[in-house]
T-cell receptor, first 110, second 118 residues
Framework: QSVLTQPPSASGTPGQRVTISCSGSSSNIGSNYVYWYQQLPGTAPKFLIYRNNQRPSGVPDRFSGSKSGTSMSLAISGLRSEDEADYYC???????????FGGGTRLTVL | EVQLVESGGGLVQPGGSLRLSCTASGFTFSDYWMHWVRQAPGKGLVWVSRIKSDGSGTTYADSVKGRFTISRDNVKNTLYLQMNSLRAEDTAVYYCGRAAGWELPDYWGQGTLITVSS
């Protein structure tokens, strides 16, 4: 059971906007920067969002992150077939003194 | 180009030991903290351990504390994970990742598979 809670699945049609949520607590999301990773099938995780809402170079602006209290969200607009992947939220946890990950959300593009 | 290449994975019996390596290139290795994260088959990502840039500080997940040791050689640009007393539940793909200080990792290697089974 993960410290961070994500829905196990999400779906959308091409062009649609989808949102993936992640809830935590005051010791992690409530007090630290949040991150998102994308993992395509059979590949390593890819850095998607850092410091709540910043995108590394090369990540399209269709991806955006937000944080409110002890929850965080990833929004993907203009959904494309290549966005079909697993998405993980992650954040440093002050009690565990290490990063914690959500259980992952499998995004299906219908 | 940033590259992280893990090696050392394989099949090991319960109670056995294994040492993973992660060779870095394309950046100044000694400037970055390094992490190990693992992913059991069909499961999510789980953080294992991290080490500061100069090797002065290490942290472990409770599940591996006392059994795994993270270390680094900043001359060889290599990160290590010594894994002892391995259990079936340690079976996973192990990824190394680099991080700028207290940030979470921005680059990951391709991973190496550890299978603990008799």
């Amino acid at each position: 059971q993960s410290v961070l809670t994500q829905p196990p699945s999400a779906s959308g049609t091409p062009g649609q906007r989808v949102t993936i949520s992640c809830s935590g607590s005051s010791s992690n999301i409530g007090s630290n920067y949040v991150y998102w990773y994308q993992q395509l099938p059979g590949t390593a995780p890819k850095f998607l969002i850092y410091r709540n809402n910043q995108r590394p170079s090369g990540v399209p602006d269709r991806f955006s992150g937000s944080k409110s209290g002890t929850s965080m969200s990833l929004a993907i607009s203009g959904l494309r077939s290549e966005d079909e992947a697993d998405y993980y939220c992650a954040v440093w946890d002050d009690i565990l003194t290490g990063p914690v990950f959500g259980g992952g959300t499998r995004l299906t593009v219908l | 180009e940033v590259q992280l290449v893990e090696s050392g994975g394989g099949l090991v019996q319960p109670g056995g030991s294994l040492r993973l390596s992660c060779t870095a290139s394309g950046f100044t290795f000694s400037d970055y903290w390094m992490h190990w994260v693992r992913q059991a088959p069909g499961k999510g990502l789980v953080w294992v351990s991290r080490i500061k840039s100069d090797g002065s500080g290490t942290t472990y997940a409770d599940s591996v504390k006392g059994r795994f040791t993270i270390s680094r050689d900043n001359v060889k640009n290599t990160l290590y994970l010594q894994m002892n007393s391995l259990r079936a539940e340690d079976t996973a793909v192990y990824y190394c990742g680099r991080a700028a200080g207290w940030e979470l990792p921005d680059y990951w290697g391709q991973g190496t598979l550890i299978t603990v089974s008799s």
